[in-house]
């Protein structure tokens, strides 16, 4: 399963309003909820902070890929973001991060959430790539670059 | 029985494609008389790249892959209850590793003749179409590879049988 495949407009959001770990968090979970991929986000949104609370998903580069095994999704659901400036997320480098992969895997399906998650490492380690990303205006350019 | 396929291989990853490959491989074993082997290979390249790039961190990794282990297990054990329903004998080989590259190494321990894997996805684009794992088995082995697609014809087949 590719992620292309569960990327569509509804669930990008350009340019993201919070402010913080939690808002961030927060508002990538609405997106889901809002796009239809999501009815629990409360239960959700706990899975993001508990894995959070294990270690910052917030990499090196800018890039973060908060992630989460969670009973409220049954299939791999993803939200992308893009916050201008950056915001602190406790990232490795100590750098703000602004752009945002978001992840949710049900219990059961591990292989597909590796699958997705391994795609985000490789496609986010190309400069070029985070480079356009970052000058991405709208949801279409996203999924366009995501597609390329 | 000696013919033009004697060992056959299905790749098996949790996806439909997958099993409805496995259905196809039991039929295709049941009617030649091949030898039908399962496999599951559980991908611990990824598992370590994850690591690598700090997204996972070390007990998260060993967490997901004692999940790939159950996954191995569940899946290859249904595949085998498919194939038991069809009175068909199928061994079943579970590995880890990079996943194209455990196949092509199963492929030539085996004496595989045929690799049957499920119907590949769209590639929406370059990337997606460079990395995915079943593509670059059928790529790499040195055997035919049979790619199944029809997945509801498949299933009739499966359930109903052979129409005369």
Redesign the interface.
């Known amino acids: 399963?590719?992620l292309?495949?569960q990327i569509r407009e509804e669930v990008i959001k350009v340019p993201l309003e919070g402010r913080n770990k939690p808002e961030i968090l927060r508002e990538l979970v609405q997106v889901l909820v809002d796009a239809g991929d999501l009815t629990d986000g409360d239960s959700a949104y706990r899975a993001l902070l508990e894995?959070e609370g294990?270690?910052s998903?917030g990499?090196?580069k800018g890039i973060a890929?908060p992630?989460a095994k969670t009973a409220a999704v049954d299939k791999l659901t993803v939200a992308i973001g893009i916050a201008p400036g950056g915001i602190d997320f406790d990232a490795?480098d100590g750098n703000p991060s602004d752009l945002f992969f978001l992840l949710l895997a049900a219990p059961?399906q591990?292989?597909?959430?590796?699958?997705a998650?391994?795609?985000?490492?490789?496609?986010t380690?190309s400069d070029a790539f985070c480079r356009a990303l970052r000058n991405s205006q709208s949801a279409s350019e996203v999924i366009e670059l995501?597609?390329? | 029985m000696a013919g033009p396929i004697e060992r056959v291989l299905v790749l098996v990853d949790g996806t439909e494609e997958s099993i409805t490959a496995a259905q196809y491989a039991i039929l295709l074993a049941g009617a030649s008389g091949a030898e039908l082997f399962g496999a599951y290979v559980i991908n611990t390249r990824a598992l370590n790249e994850l690591l690598k790039s700090r997204i996972f961190v070390e007990a998260e990794e060993q967490e997901y892959e004692q999940d790939l282990h159950s996954d191995a297990e569940r899946y290859l054990k249904h595949v085998g209850d498919l194939a038991e329903s069809k009175g068909v004998p199928i061994k079943t080989l579970t590995a880890s590793g990079s996943v194209h590259q455990e196949v092509v190494k199963m492929v030539r321990e085996h004496g595989i003749d045929l690799l049957v894997i499920g119907e590949l996805a769209h590639a929406k684009s370059r990337r997606d179409e460079f990395y995915n794992e079943s593509e670059r088995a059928m790529r790499s082995v040195g055997c035919s590879v049979l790619i199944v697609k029809d997945q509801e014809r498949v299933w009739d087949l499966f359930e109903y049988g052979f129409k005369e």
């Open positions: 399963m590719a292309i495949d894995r294990r270690g998903t990499l090196e890929v992630h490795q059961d591990s292989g597909p959430h590796i699958e998650l391994s795609e985000i490492a490789r496609l380690r995501i597609q390329e």
